[in-house]
């Protein structure tokens, strides 16, 4: 049975396929936060050791940089493994996208193997617990979806983002800073 000009009817899309589907945005989001983030990091980092000076560039004050409370943290080692979960995340949500089961089961290993990677990496300064928890979620989600039973990897799938939203949203809060001291005038104007 066709409809007219569409092929084949097939039955509803496998869960993996809707969880991706209706999560395009969180994933989309959670993507984008890490890009802005290590975007914010790279200016930070360049900007506070460009300390060089030159008759063209005079010395000026010291500012203190903006950092975020997980700043350290996610330049270290946990970077590597975040960017190689919002990878795998990403292959496997194509994968679904393109109905490809051998890609999605290739994705769903990978993810398995490296939110367990980064399971026994560095916790974040803030909500360690969420943070295991989600990676637990991404690495069991990952196991479902490479075993093919994406029914109960979709619910896992989708606690995990959620959790990994907060953690980034926590980790990316604004550090405490001074402000900057009040300057005497000798002149006393």
Do not use: C, F
């Amino acid at each position: 049975m066709t409809r007219s000009g569409t092929g084949p009817v097939h039955g509803s899309p496998s869960p993996l396929k809707a969880w991706v589907r209706t999560h395009k945005i969180p994933t989309a989001l959670l993507s984008a936060l890490v890009l802005i983030l290590a975007i914010v990091i790279i200016v930070v980092v360049s900007s506070s050791s460009s300390g060089t000076t030159s008759a063209s560039h005079p010395a000026s004050a010291p500012q203190e940089a903006a950092v975020t409370k997980g700043a350290k943290w996610l330049t270290g080692p946990a970077d590597k493994v975040l960017k190689a979960v919002n990878a795998d995340l990403g292959r496997l949500s194509q994968a679904v996208r393109a109905d490809n089961r051998d890609a999605a089961t290739v994705a769903g290993t990978q993810l398995a193997t490296d939110a367990k990677a980064a399971l026994s990496g560095a916790m974040p300064p803030v909500d360690a617990k969420i943070y295991q928890s989600a990676l637990k979620d991404l690495e069991t989600a990952g196991t479902y979806t490479a075993s093919g039973d994406s029914r109960k990897a979709a619910p896992l799938l989708n606690a995990g983002n959620i959790d990994m939203t907060k953690i980034t949203a926590a980790v990316n809060a604004p550090a405490a800073a001074n402000p900057p001291a009040a300057v005497n005038d000798p002149n006393g104007q």
